[in-house]
């Protein structure tokens, strides 16, 4: 059972560069969420998708982007990556009848 | 904002019960309490949910009080394993709000 499978496990990134973080679930769930996790902040809400064709934005949503072109996939794009995004983050996906969330083992990004 | 406070650390020695405050007193009628746990830096994982009636899984109890507007988390047999970041989530429209959480020790 794969889950939610998040790709890179880690990278470390030049600021200005594009990044695009993968995010592949096989449970056919409707809902799909992106956080960030920084040291003493929590998790934070970046953008979500309530189903294929939507999204929404989150608490923190500047300087990213999403896309969700089908139920399983969710990819989130740093256009231009800043320092500031340096984090972990983890992807989430949820059956919205039971409301659970369901993680990725998160992708840890270095931006210098 | 998330719409709960939990205390910022508990320490519980290994066996014994670990009881973990949630305060959501602003909780409206269709919004479930949610508990998720972070072990290290592993994603969050599901432990236990409810409305208003005291829930009980394999992991854990979750205990409402009447006025839903505090919760507690049991763990009734804790473990070195249990120790993690646990948070209490007032889940409304689709979204999770996580807050800071309780980093629960358990102690030898």
């Known amino acids: 059972i794969a889950g939610i499978t998040q790709a890179p496990t880690s990278q470390i990134l030049a600021a200005g560069r594009r990044m695009t973080l993968r995010c592949t679930q096989d449970?056919?769930?409707?809902?799909m969420y992106w956080y960030r996790q920084d040291l003493g902040l929590g998790l934070r809400l970046i953008h979500y998708?309530?189903?294929?064709?939507?999204?929404g934005k989150g608490e923190v949503p500047d300087g990213y982007s999403v896309s969700r072109a089908n139920t399983d996939d969710f990819p989130l794009t740093l256009a231009s990556a800043v320092p500031s995004q340096t984090s972990v983050y983890f992807c989430?996906?949820?059956?919205?009848?039971?409301?659970?969330?369901?993680f990725g083992e998160g992708s840890r990004l270095t931006v210098l | 904002d998330a719409k709960t406070t939990q205390p910022p650390s508990m320490d519980c020695a290994e066996g014994r019960a670990a009881n973990l405050p949630c305060n959501h007193s602003?909780?409206?009628?269709?919004?479930?309490v949610y508990w998720y746990r972070q072990i290290h830096s592993q994603g969050p994982q599901y432990i236990i949910h409810?409305?208003?009636n005291n829930e009980t899984n394999e992991m854990a109890s979750l205990i409402i009080t009447e006025d839903r507007k505090s919760s507690t988390l049991i763990l009734p047999h804790a473990t070195l394993r249990d120790t993690a970041v646990y948070y209490c989530i007032v889940y409304y429209g689709q979204n999770f709000v996580f807050g800071p959480g309780t980093r629960l020790s358990v102690l030898p």
């Open positions: 989430a996906s949820s059956d919205l009848r039971t409301g659970e969330l369901f």
């Open positions: 409810g409305l208003k």
């Open positions: 449970m056919r769930h409707n809902a």
């Open positions: 602003t909780i409206s009628g269709n919004e479930y």
């Open positions: 998708s309530n189903t294929a064709g939507t999204t």
